[in-house]
């Protein structure tokens, strides 16, 4: 993986954190820290190629839905 697809990916997670964050009035800090509890950042990392495909909204969904379904309190 080359500096720039690395860059490419820190680039998508950071804008996910802070659609999420918007989304569910929480800081850019609790939303990381939710995600990273729900395992939320290592859905992103690990289908990164399918997800940022989609929408930004639509990956905030299928993180909110998953981060749910690991005991994630956020509805």
């Given amino acids: 993986m080359d500096k720039r697809e690395i860059k490419n990916r820190i680039d998508y997670i950071i804008a ?15 939303a990381y820290s939710y995600l990273r509890n729900f395992n939320g950042i290592e ?14 909204e639509n990956a905030v ?7 749910y379904n690991r005991g994630g309190k956020i509805e």
């Fill in 16 to 30: 996910c954190v802070s659609v999420f964050a918007e989304r569910f009035n929480l800081s850019t800090r609790q």
């Fill in 43 to 56: 859905l992103l990392i690990k289908h990164y190629d399918t997800m940022h495909t989609l929408s930004i």
């Fill in 61 to 67: 969904e299928d993180l909110q839905i998953a981060c």
